[in-house]
């Protein structure tokens, strides 16, 4: 059943991405409202069972993120704002915080793998995007940084030494309190 309900958050947001954003002219900025929107909706039909985890953010991302490359928008210019609608949605459908953080982060690098995107600009990207959605919802933006670093960092590990490297050091030059978490983890 927990397939069932996956499978169904992932097509549902693809066709509901696709659908909202197809002729909209600046894609970036709408994919944050559209996701969230089509996140609260889908999680709110879905019962408890959905909200636990980071299956269904995963799987919110994953939606957002076929729906996005099927209207032929770069992945690049709209994960911030996909990452970004998932955690909002997600947060205000009940999923926690860190769930929400970590599933969206590491769906949009290991969707982007699957793309040939540019997995190091997606994870930076994702980061920033999850950081925002916390955000806005008033969570907690430094424990947002650091599950969104950490989900990041997991996800390039199955990508490969080279790419983690990449990424460390990407979100180390770009993400507002990166440095003192990559420090950390290194111990």
Request: hydrophobic residues 45%; aromatic residues 0%.
């Amino acid at each position: 059943m927990a397939i069932q309900i996956l499978s169904k958050v992932v097509n549902g947001l693809k066709g509901g991405v696709t659908a909202a954003l197809k002729g909209a002219a600046d894609v970036g900025s709408s994919v944050a409202n559209v996701v969230k929107d089509i996140s609260v909706k889908t999680l709110q039909g879905a019962g408890e069972l959905a909200v636990k985890g980071i299956q269904i953010p995963a799987s919110i991302v994953a939606g957002a993120i076929e729906g996005v490359a099927e209207i032929g928008t770069t992945l690049i210019r709209a994960v911030k704002g996909i990452v970004e609608g998932t955690v909002q949605g997600s947060v205000k459908a009940g999923v926690s915080q860190e769930d929400a953080v970590k599933g969206s982060v590491k769906q949009a690098i290991l969707s982007a793998k699957d793309l040939g995107a540019d997995t190091v600009s997606v994870a930076v990207e994702a980061v920033k995007g999850a950081v925002a959605g916390v955000k806005q919802v008033g969570g907690d933006t430094v424990a947002a940084t650091k599950h969104a670093v950490v989900a990041a960092l997991d996800a390039t590990k199955e990508i490969g030494k080279e790419s983690t490297d990449s990424v460390r050091k990407a979100i180390d030059e770009s993400v507002d309190g990166a440095k003192d978490i990559l420090n950390e983890i290194k111990k």
